[in-house]
């Protein structure tokens, strides 16, 4: 089942009236069946991963939070590393290591018999493997006490508006949300049912309208450079449109419930440096990897080229953590070293520097900032879309000139109503940016507010034309 579609809907809706008319316990225990229900609609047969990954961690969390033996306590821990990575390795990334394996031994002039590897990737793999991990990660740092009900727990872990594509959530955060009783507010329902429209704009108007627009450029054999160009733009548009719409989407049935999860965007292209970059994009999973891979590999602890060294390496496996080809590789090599060598001028800029620049000077200065940073993040989201290393390099050249492409431009033109949209979504990151504030609407008059739903409804209509396409962040 799609957000954005209507047997979505259709199912929330039944979810939604029983769980008005039942207690606390029975509304846990008829979400965790709701859930496994929304994720046996994609393919049942993988139940048994979340099942397996529940009560194994589940027992792992109590029997390690009762453990004084160090060693044992490590043990555990390795237990559920073996079993989540395991899994995500073997139904993620054996094939890729496979194919790559007999590729390298062939270049060097053995023979292999090709081995064929039909493995089908379970949805939303990446995103539970991983909340799971940070749970024992948390009970062997005594950050956490364990989860008592193995029912909360198992909801935990499969709760459906953010099962498949997040946010990663921390059981710190949702496990409480899910064990007291939830009060069921109407400002709550307000903000729930506007982040699901906004969602469904990004992704059914913008990231749907304009899909068709960079498939036709990254599958041209002769595209020019501005097409390129103008491709790799609105894929930067049309990624984060599609992963917000999703976790807007999530966040709003969530709340609508009367869950809150957390904040994975914060206007991620008014980011002017790597650092702030990746404190905005995907909050859910660079917190995650900054609390449990790079500071689990030293942090910037051991001097700078050690910090630089685990920078890289964390960004690097975040990059694999996308998805098992090389250039999602090459794409965490890109932003690890950006974070490096930002890190690194930012260090020496901090001990010079004198203060910020203020008034009109200082917000040109960080518009230019902006603008010029929003170049760099689309030469990595070329090498996230790139199809192939060839085609990096291909693509490469005509950007600098080095390789000689068509001087016309051949990009099809987004609908109209993906413009209006994006049109739309700008002015509301901006007044979210400047404000500070997510719910910066409510401050406004009953009749504006009324208009400004009905304007995000006949948008909606009016795109909604459009072929829809599943989430791109479903692949990881």
Not at 199 to 208: E, F, H, N, S, T
Request: with cysteine; aromatic share 16%.
């Amino acid at each position: 089942m799609l957000f954005s579609e209507l047997n979505f809907w259709a199912f929330f809706a039944i979810v939604g009236g029983l769980y008005v008319i039942l207690p606390h316990k029975a509304q846990n225990r008829m979400l965790l069946v709701a859930s496994y229900v929304f994720y046996a609609a994609w393919d049942w047969r993988f139940l048994s991963l979340i099942m397996l990954s529940t009560v194994v961690d589940y027992i792992l969390g109590l029997r390690m939070a009762k453990e004084t033996v160090e060693q044992r306590r490590k043990l555990f821990l390795y237990i559920s590393l073996a079993l989540n990575l395991g899994m995500l390795g073997i139904f993620k990334y054996l094939g890729f290591f496979v194919e790559s394996f007999e590729a390298l031994l062939a270049s060097v002039g053995f023979a292999t018999d090709p081995l064929v590897l039909s493995i089908v990737l379970p949805v939303g793999i990446s995103f539970y493997t991983f909340q799971t991990l940070s749970y024992t990660f948390d009970i062997y740092r005594r950050d956490l006490e364990p989860a008592e009900d193995f029912f909360d727990f198992a909801l935990f872990v499969a709760f459906f508006p953010q099962l498949v594509a997040g946010p990663i959530e921390r059981a710190k955060n949702l496990l409480p949300n899910i064990a007291l009783p939830r009060v069921l507010t109407w400002k709550n329902f307000e903000r729930g049912a506007v982040l699901c429209l906004l969602g469904l704009l990004k992704k059914i108007v913008i990231a749907d309208g304009i899909a068709p627009s960079v498939d036709a450029i990254y599958a041209s054999p002769d595209p020019s450079r501005l097409d390129i160009i103008f491709a790799t733009w609105l894929f930067a548009i049309q990624i984060y449109c599609d992963f917000s719409g999703y976790t807007d989407i999530a966040r709003g049935v969530a709340k609508m419930l009367g869950f809150g999860l957390m904040r994975n965007f914060a206007q991620p292209y008014f980011a002017s440096d790597p650092q702030e970059f990746w404190r905005r994009w995907h909050i859910s999973l660079s917190t995650w990897l900054r609390d449990y891979l790079y500071i689990s590999l030293g942090g910037n602890r051991g001097g700078s080229f050690k910090t630089y060294r685990n920078l890289i390496a964390t960004m690097v496996l975040g990059g694999l953590w996308h998805g098992a080809a090389w250039n999602f590789v090459l794409w965490g090599s890109f932003q690890g070293g950006l974070l490096a060598v930002h890190r690194a001028i930012a260090g020496r800029q901090k001990a010079g520097a004198e203060g910020v620049a203020r008034g009109l000077k200082g917000m040109a200065v960080r518009v230019l900032s902006i603008a010029a940073f929003f170049q760099v993040v689309c030469y990595g989201w070329l090498l996230f879309r790139a199809t192939s290393f060839d085609q990096i390099a291909n693509f490469t050249g005509r950007i600098i000139g080095t390789v000689s492409a068509p001087a016309v431009v051949s990009v099809p033109t987004p609908p109209l109503a993906a413009f209006l949209c994006l049109g739309l979504l700008f002015v509301w990151d901006l007044m979210t940016e400047k404000s500070n504030e997510v719910h910066f609407y409510e401050r406004w008059p009953t009749p504006v507010r009324t208009a400004m739903y009905a304007s995000m409804f006949y948008l909606l209509a009016f795109g909604s034309t459009t072929a829809t396409s599943t989430f791109i962040y479903f692949q990881f």
